[in-house]
């Protein structure tokens, strides 16, 4: 907080640092973007194969969407779209969306960004994010 320009400023850098060592992904690499460009995740038409529950069987996906959305909505803006997504296959996550939520990895090279609330000088922002 710093009273003189009436801001305060959030981070959650160690929730991104503990969430990428839940899943192994400490020692990543850092995507570009939250989600590939032009991606396009469908529902199945029908119950998934018995290739894909297997596949599935040992995935924490219902974990990492709820990190995912707890980062997002609390100081994440930048993700929020790409974690929405991947909510909507929550009762039907395949191979396609298990790849996706690895990419981001995105918040690797982003842990460092703050959400800062406060006065800004254009009158109809309230609120950015620190890059």
């Not at 907080?1 to 839940?22: G, H």
């Not at 990190?67 to 803006?77: F, H, I, S």
């Not at 929020?80 to 039907?92: D, I, Q």
């Amino acid at each position: 907080m710093c009273r003189s320009t009436r801001t305060i400023t959030l981070s959650q850098r160690q929730y991104i640092v503990d969430t990428l060592r839940d899943f192994g992904m400490e020692d990543c690499t850092p995507a570009k973007t939250p989600m590939v460009p032009g991606l396009r995740l469908e529902k199945p038409g029908g119950p998934l194969s018995a290739e894909e529950v297997e596949f599935m069987k040992d995935k924490p996906y219902l974990r990492a969407i709820g990190k995912l959305t707890w980062l997002a909505n609390g100081t994440r803006p930048d993700i929020a779209y790409a974690a929405g997504v991947l909510a909507h296959f929550n009762n039907c996550a395949g191979k396609a969306q298990w790849t996706a939520v690895k990419h981001l990895r995105y918040i690797k090279g982003t842990m460092d960004y703050k959400l800062q609330h406060g006065p800004h000088p254009h009158p109809t922002a309230c609120l950015h994010l620190i890059l």
